[in-house]
């Protein structure tokens, strides 16, 4: 069973960084998309990055897009998400998930979590202004 494990997520002031992590285990797909989702109270989960884990390809959401990052260490089978500029609105709670075999790069495919097989239980992020 494919596991996926957050962590880093906290609390900081508006303007702040946070980098969270999510490390998979039993995980073996080469060719796949990860990304990170939140959500926040009374909210419809979103996508906020995909990164396309055969290629390195990355897609982000119009509302992070210059300020968050997503990354990937194979060496490790760990995705992370840099993120700069906090804003509260960014106030959530952050999920990993991966995909089972997915071949090519589908931008319009990475930030829809109906693309995602394998869910992570999710790290708060808490943004103060």
């Known amino acids: 069973q494919v596991q996926l494990v957050e962590s880093g997520g906290g609390s900081v002031q508006a303007g702040g960084s946070l980098r969270l992590s999510c490390a998979a285990s039993?995980?073996?797909?080469?060719?796949?998309?990860m990304g990170w989702f939140r959500q926040a109270p009374g909210k419809e989960r979103e996508g906020v990055a995909g990164?396309?884990?055969?290629?390195?390809?990355?897609t982000y959401a119009d509302s992070v897009k210059g300020r968050f990052t997503i990354s990937q260490d194979n060496a490790k089978n760990t995705v992370y998400l840099q993120m700069n500029s906090l804003k509260p609105e960014d106030t959530a709670m952050y999920y990993c998930?991966?995909?089972?075999?997915?071949?090519?790069?589908?931008?319009?495919?990475?930030?829809?979590?109906?693309?995602?097989?394998?869910w992570g239980q999710g790290t708060q992020v808490t943004v103060s202004s």
């Open positions: 998930a991966a995909t089972g075999y997915y071949g090519r790069y589908y931008p319009h495919l990475m930030l829809l979590k109906t693309t995602y097989n394998y």
């Open positions: 990164i396309y884990i055969g290629g390195g390809s990355t």
């Open positions: 039993r995980y073996t797909y080469s060719s796949a998309y």
